[in-house]
Nanobody, 122 residues
């Protein structure tokens, strides 16, 4: 069994910063693209940013210039540095992995973490 465990969410004032982390565990061999999505109350889940195993990134226009995605392949961890936060960034942030391969031959596709709450007060 594999797990994606998010951390780093919380309450912050507008203009502040948070850093989210998502660590994959479970005899991981490799992970293809990883990313962050978010879902605000009453809204659909939306892409925030993704990063390939090679480091190529895709960032939503709404957060471009404020959020930075990065990953440490050796630690099977993806990060989201969020600066200049706005109240509209308030949402549950979910970690996602396109495909996880394990050393035991397992394949886990379209895998999601449980989410971490980010609340930005005005």
């Amino acid at each position: 069994q594999v797990q994606l465990m998010e951390s780093g969410g919380g309450l912050v004032q507008a203009g502040g910063s948070l850093r989210l982390s998502c660590a994959a565990s479970g005899r991981i061999l490799s992970i293809t693209a990883m990313g962050w999505y978010r879902q605000a109350p009453g809204k659909q889940r939306e892409l925030v940013a993704t990063i390939t195993s090679g480091g190529s990134t895709n960032v939503a226009d709404s957060v471009k210039g404020r959020f930075t995605i990065s990953r440490d392949n050796a630690k099977n961890t993806v990060y989201l540095q969020m600066n200049s936060l706005k109240p509209e960034d308030t949402a549950v942030y979910f970690c996602h992995a396109d495909l996880i391969r394990t050393t035991t031959g397992g394949r886990w596709a379209d895998y999601w973490g449980q989410g971490t709450q980010v609340t930005v007060s005005s």
